[in-house]
């Protein structure tokens, strides 16, 4: 904290007689860094308007989707865990509540305390796909793709798995599939961290076990959501056996909404909502992973004091970008998950 | 300048800061989480109603004005410069031009779509098998 501090006072001393003594991090081609933060400020709400507009593209298919075929998403819906898509939208928020306040940690010149914050986001970020790991992998499970190859029968269980690290731990072969590269990545961001510590190298090796920790994030994540999964599933065993006959009737009452077609070689295309909801769903995944990287060289920048009150644009930049992330979640948890 | 004087008592001792640096009081940051929760716990309770036709909008107000509320105070609109304000409204107003259009032409086309003759259907490309 000390070193901040005398760095501002260092700065408030220039301050009037030559703006182009700044600092380190204004570019030539910029006069003063107010100059330079309304810059990328404008690059960046364009950036957030492009965004919008790419993912209107899908918000706009499903529109179309639902508006001529809306008993697909009505019956698709069941198959959303309400509480799962809930728990990843208030991790989503807490998200965003510590990368705002990392943005004001950074306005004041408190780079430590920015880093901390910055910690907790990229972790959010990665228990956010963790629980997507679960829930993704219990469709597959349930042979539930995109509409070529949804397969999904009415009352199929899968098998438990018997066979190596997905039989020993208990949970879904697909599952284990999609934790290999966190966990490949975890081990070694941990190596990279102890080597770059033996070298004497602090902040990098800062970074690195930084991102490790985020890569715990996302194994907290898929623990807690599967967790979470087992659990629902055993309640919805037991409720099956004692309330029988209410369960048939809502089956009965499902049938009525969804159709005669039901049984028919024309079953209506649940596998479509599946596509919409993969493709979605998917997108704002790769959009988070990016902003995982984006925080992650935040957080490199702030162990290295880079940030200061005239100074702290990357992080407002990077900010908004992530808030953009959060907004379109906070539209495809209803449009997804909430279906009556 | 009177705005920016203005956002700099609104927030506190921060005199010092330059004239474009607005930090958001933790207090205020607080608020607007919390908020942000209590409207996503009211949209999964207003779901559980079955209001029927009306849920949807529901969920579409409520996820609107939890968005207004990020926009605001998280990304920081409230104080931000109008060129980029319009810059980001502009693009909602295209994305409402581009659904309202393609809604409005899907309708006229709903009757040859939705009723399409059940004897005219292609043969059906995915074929349900038990045992996959």
């Known amino acids: 904290m000390s070193s901040v501090d005398t760095t501002a006072e260092v700065h408030d001393e220039h301050h009037d007689d030559d703006h182009h003594d700044h600092g380190e991090f204004i570019a030539h081609h910029f006069d003063t860094p107010e100059q330079q933060y309304d810059s990328g400020k404008l690059g960046i709400w364009v950036f957030l308007v492009t965004e919008v507009l790419f993912f209107s593209g899908l918000f706009c298919a499903y529109v179309l989707l639902r508006y001529h075929q809306p008993e697909v998403f009505v019956a698709a819906s069941e198959h959303l865990d309400k509480v799962l898509g809930g728990i990843n939208t208030i991790v989503l928020l807490f998200s965003s509540l510590t990368m705002a306040w990392a943005v004001r940690a950074a306005q004041l010149g408190q780079n430590r305390f920015a880093s901390r914050l910055i910690l907790i986001t990229m972790v959010c970020a990665a228990v956010f796909l963790g629980v997507k790991a679960v829930e993704y992998s219990h469709k597959w499970d349930l042979n539930i793709y995109v509409a070529s190859h949804y397969n999904y029968i009415e009352g199929y269980h899968p098998d438990a798995p018997s066979e190596g690290l997905a039989g020993a731990l208990g949970v879904s072969q697909s599952l284990i599939n999609l934790c290999v590269l966190p966990a490949i990545l975890l081990v070694g961001f941990l190596v990279a961290g102890v080597i770059y510590r033996v070298r004497e190298s602090q902040a990098m090796s800062a970074l690195y076990l930084a991102m490790a920790v985020m890569m715990g994030g996302f194994f907290l994540g898929a623990v807690g959501g599967q967790i979470y999964q087992n659990a629902a599933e055993s309640a919805a065993a037991h409720g099956g056996d004692h309330g029988h006959d209410a369960a048939a009737g809502e089956h009965a009452e499902e049938a009525a909404v969804t159709g005669p077609d039901t049984t028919s070689k024309y079953p209506p295309p649940i596998g479509m909502f599946f596509s919409i909801y993969y493709i979605m769903t998917g997108l704002h995944a790769f959009h988070v992973i990016g902003g995982m990287v984006a925080l992650s060289w935040l957080y490199y920048r702030c162990t290295r004091n880079h940030f200061r009150p005239d100074y702290y644009g990357p992080v407002d930049f990077v900010g908004l970008y992530w808030h953009l992330v959060d907004l379109i979640w906070i539209y495809l948890f209803p449009l997804l998950y909430l279906i009556n | ?132």
């Not at chain 2, 909602?92 to 709903?110: K, N």
């Open chain 2, 1 to 132: 300048m009177n705005e920016h004087e203005h956002a700099h008592d609104s927030h506190g001792d921060h005199g010092d800061l330059p004239r474009y640096n607005h930090p958001v009081s933790v207090k205020l940051l607080l608020t607007v989480f919390f908020c942000l929760v209590g409207l996503t716990i009211l949209t999964v309770v207003v779901n559980g109603f079955g209001l029927g036709q009306l849920d949807i909008w529901a969920a579409l107000l409520i996820a609107s004005v939890k968005a207004a509320i990020v926009c605001l105070f998280f990304m920081h609109m409230f104080w931000e410069k109008g060129f980029n304000i319009i810059a980001f409204i502009s693009s909602l107003f295209f994305v409402t031009l581009f659904i309202g259009l393609t809604l409005m032409d899907t309708r006229a086309y709903r009757d040859s779509q939705d009723k399409f003759p059940l004897d005219k259907r292609p043969e059906p490309t995915v074929v349900r098998d038990a045992n996959s």
